[in-house]
């Protein structure tokens, strides 16, 4: 296992690579150190060709993560909040940006920073007890990690708008109704869950996944037909990949699902 410091575990096992906030006593509320570690490991990940799949989640079994660190933001002088949410913006890119499937294993409280946090994952699952929701609002102030942006291409204007507007907390089961996360699994099962998917992911097409990514998360910047253009581009480059021929070999002398893959 490694430390970056201790506020978060890096831990790398079988090719997935958990990242566990641990900050129990605080529910994993993000405070500047948590973020400097956040983006610390975030870069280690990106060039790590080992780990094929990454599960996010929070120490204890309380909280994923309750949003910033409310306490450490009161001493703080205004520039001392804007870097504050320069970090957490950059850090929150970099995590969907990282070109390996990410799911969030979303396992109590997970409020303001913490639904960001896993709204920047690729794959959500959450424990039956999870209660999110970006609550800034009741603070009167606004998200600041992205979560005006990701909430509302997730569930849809209207929905993130009611949410945001009231700033109410959100439970599993409507979370799940929703499309905010995408599977609600008892507590105690939570992790379990999110590395017998991430396995699955891991065993998988590296490469084409990556490019799943991208093409997504790109088309729905944009327009339709550039999307569909754009993926063109990116299946012939998936297609010079070794993985892909022996996809279509695998298939044609074994049947489906036998291959695998190497990741070149
Ligand atoms: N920042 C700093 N400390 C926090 C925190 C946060 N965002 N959220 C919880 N904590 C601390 C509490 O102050 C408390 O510390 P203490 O034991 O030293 O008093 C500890 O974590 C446990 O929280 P507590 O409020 O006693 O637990 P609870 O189960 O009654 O409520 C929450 C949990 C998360 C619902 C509640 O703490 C809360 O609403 N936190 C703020 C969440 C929020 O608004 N986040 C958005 C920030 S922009």
Redesign the pocket.
């Known amino acids: 296992m490694t430390t970056t410091p201790d506020v978060l575990l890096l831990e790398k096992r079988e090719g997935v690579a958990f990242l566990t906030l641990n900050r129990a ?3 994993n ?1 993000f405070n500047m150190a948590a973020l400097a570690a956040l983006r610390a490991a975030l870069d280690d990940l990106y060039v790590d060709r080992e780990v094929r799949a990454v599960i996010v989640t929070g120490a204890g079994e ?2 994923f993560c ?8 009161a001493g703080m002088s205004p520039d001392q909040v804007r870097r504050f949410l320069k970090h957490i913006r950059e850090a929150l890119t970099d995590l969907e940006n990282l070109p390996k499937p990410v799911i969030a294993a979303v396992n109590g ?1 997970a ?4 639904t960001e946090l896993a709204l920047a994952c690729d794959i959500r699952l959450a424990a039956d007890t999870a ?1 999110m929701g970006l ?2 609002t ?2 009167a ?1 606004i ?2 990690g992205g979560g005006t942006q990701r909430l509302p291409r997730l569930v849809g204007a209207a929905k993130a708008k009611e949410i945001m507007i009231t700033g109410r ?1 959100v439970r599993a089961e409507e979370a799940l109704r929703i499309g905010l996360v995408d599977e609600v699994v008892p507590a105690a099962e939570v992790l379990e869950r999110a590395l017998a998917k991430a396995a699955e992911v891991a065993a998988g097409a590296v490469i084409a996944q990556a490019y799943i990514k991208a093409a997504v998360d790109e088309g729905t910047e944009t327009t339709l037909s550039w999307g569909v253009d754009r993926e063109q581009l990116y299946f012939v480059d998936v297609f010079e990949t070794d993985d892909a021929k022996l996809g279509v070999r695998s298939f044609l002398d074994n049947g489906p699902g036998k291959a695998t893959f190497t990741g070149q």
Request: net charge neutral; glycine share 18%.
């Open positions: 006593d605080r529910m509320a309380k909280a309750a949003g910033a660190d409310l306490k450490e933001r409280i409020l303001g920073g913490g209660t609550t800034e009741t603070l102030i998200p600041g907390q």
